[in-house]
């Protein structure tokens, strides 16, 4: 399971070996100052849009990689059961993020807390 870090400028998305293989990318780096919302989800499997593109994505069971939508690409680590944290971005290549976490609420005040 993936480990979300932070520094004062920076939030770090550290994958496991097997994520980056099934996501077909490394650990995701986002500088605070990228993040212009933080919203919690019910259920981050449902929560993933768009068309996978590269990733792996098992259907009811995990999703782990980059999804295309009409806003952007979004990157998407979520497993069955696990509400989530969505973070919209704005200046980096990626239009979003979408966090599975089995403490989500935790997890959004943190990032909210660190901008």
């Known amino acids: 399971m993936s480990v979300v870090s ?3 400028a920076a939030l770090t998305i ?3 070996a097997a994520e980056k293989v099934a996501g077909l990318r ?3 780096t986002i500088p ?3 993040i212009t919302a ?3 989800v019910p ?3 449902a929560a993933g849009r768009g068309l996978r593109a590269p990733g792996l994505a098992v259907p009811g069971l995990r999703k782990i990689g980059t999804w295309r939508t009409w ?3 979004e990157f998407v680590v979520a497993g069955r059961g696990q509400a989530g944290v969505r973070l919209t971005l704005t200046g980096h290549r990626l239009a ?3 966090l599975g976490d089995d403490d989500a609420e935790s997890l959004a005040e943190r990032i909210r807390a660190a901008r």
């Open 6 to 8: 932070m520094t004062e």
């Open 14 to 16: 550290e994958l496991t």
């Open 26 to 28: 490394g650990d995701v």
């Open 32 to 34: 605070l100052t990228a």
């Open 38 to 40: 933080v919203e919690v």
């Open 43 to 45: 259920d981050a499997l």
């Open 71 to 73: 806003d952007g690409a």
């Open 96 to 98: 979003s993020v979408l």
